[in-house]
């Protein structure tokens, strides 16, 4: 459409919402960064998942949204959250371990995973990940022998996100056709959806409250129900923490392993470029211990190809929609408050004068041609940018960068028997755009 129109910012109304799309990587990163701009709808389908009413980070605005996302980005840092912390680089240790165990030598529940060497992902990797924001909210994990309950509420992420669109949908302008038409308009699968999220974290709730002891914090919840106790008279309520736990779950448990899965997926089409990354790990880690961050400078192409996966299949393609909150203009067209507003980073992130060749795969992009050393600069978006850049942008690169090389370092991954691998046309459109669960063929290294 951007093309049809020869313009890189489209308008159109969503239902009577007058809606802007960005589509290139100057007018994306324009409206990331517009003071103007950093709202967000309040729409049905959010207020679906938080008790009808606008509550946690990722949905709302103004002086809640402000509050909240500072004080949790603040707390969360003390248990590890997006900073170099003993406790948790050995727990996620402990995680990449049970990964490579799972691989070796699966357990029952693991079986349907793994198959005459052959993994099946990203599934085999969701506990990992979940658990690792886990431990920063409870200071616990789940044990291997219950990571059934991680991948159940990992399913229940997926079906949220498949029945999500970004700027609302259909649904959002007739709610009441739901009634009508429950299975056409997603709303079914979103209540779903929203039941089995809003379960684990009622669980986990209960039980952290049952245990609480406000001289020894073990994590963020606690940290938040000790405020509860402080300012009864304040945001810090129930809503308010079971929605932000649903917010920080959501990801950790589809868009971070998705791109590890990713990452694997396009090294195995591209064995070249594997075997650098396995040269490279060789080289600075060896074998006798697993990789840690003090390794991550040391290991620019394995970091490379991160940056790259997260710029090819920027997988929140539409990022998170945000609203005017007041009458403006961009490009030198009037913006009235309340205009949704679309980037997308997907397209932004492909933008060819920014990125040379930007449909093919290749790390090398992120590396000094001369040295080999990382770029400092990188203007990838996969993360958005400005005032609601992602929280979990440092969280996630730290705990994707521990896996990758962890599994580089020990394995090696080849398409499978079975020939399929996703594909641009293959995936599964939503509020995240994610691969079918898809096969890999995985060999010990020697
Ligand atoms: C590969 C992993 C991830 C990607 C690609 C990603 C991407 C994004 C994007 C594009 C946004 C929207 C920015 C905007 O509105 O302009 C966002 C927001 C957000 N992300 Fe992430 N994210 C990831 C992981 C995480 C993790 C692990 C967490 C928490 C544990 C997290 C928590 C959030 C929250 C709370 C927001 C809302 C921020 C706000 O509105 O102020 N994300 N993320």
Known sequence: MAAKYKSPVLGMYVGSTPTIITTDFASTRELLLKPEFQGRPDIFTVRLRSFNELWGVLFTEGPLWAEQRRFSLRHLRDFGFGRRFDKMEAATEEEVRT???????????????????????????????????????????????????????????????????????????????????????????????????????????????????????????????????????????????????????????????????????????????????????????????????????????TEAILREVLRLDTNTALSVTHKCTQDTFFRGYFVPKGTLLIPNIWAANRDPAVFEKGDEFGPERFLDSRTGTLKKKDPTMAFGLGKRLCPGETFSRQTMFLYLSALLQNYSFAVSADGYLPSEEDMIPGFLVTPKSFWLRVAARP
């Not at 979940?130 to 991948?151: S, W």
């Not at 994590?219 to 917010?247: C, I, N, W, Y």
């Not at 075997?275 to 697993?290: F, K, M, N, S, T």
């Open 99 to 301: 990964l490579l165990d799972s691989i070796r030598c699966p357990v029952a529940a693991e079986k349907g995973m793994v198959r005459d060497g052959e993994v099946l992902l990203p599934d085999l990797l969701y506990p990992g990940f979940i658990n690792a924001t886990l431990q920063t909210l409870t200071g616990e994990r789940v044990a291997r022998d219950r990571h059934d309950k991680l991948r159940g509420l990992s399913r229940a992420v997926r079906l949220f996100q498949r029945h999500l669109e970004p700027s609302g949908g259909a649904v959002n302008i007739t709610p009441w056709a739901r009634h009508l038409l429950p299975d056409t308009l997603s709303a079914t699968g979103l209540e779903r959806a929203n039941q089995g999220v809003q379960d684990f974290v009622d669980e986990l709730l209960e039980r952290e409250k049952l245990s609480f002891d406000e001289n020894a914090l073990r994590g963020f919840v606690d940290v938040f129900l000790a405020e509860m106790r402080k300012r009864p008279d304040s945001h810090f309520t129930d809503k308010q923490l079971a929605v932000m736990l649903a917010d920080f779950l959501i990801p950790s448990s589809t868009a971070v392993p998705i791109t590890v899965a990713m990452a694997l997926a396009y090294l195995a089409q591209h064995p070249d470029k594997q075997d650098a990354a396995h040269l490279e790990i060789d080289a600075v880690v060896g074998r006798g211990r697993l990789p840690t961050l003090d390794d991550r400078s040391s290991l620019p192409y």
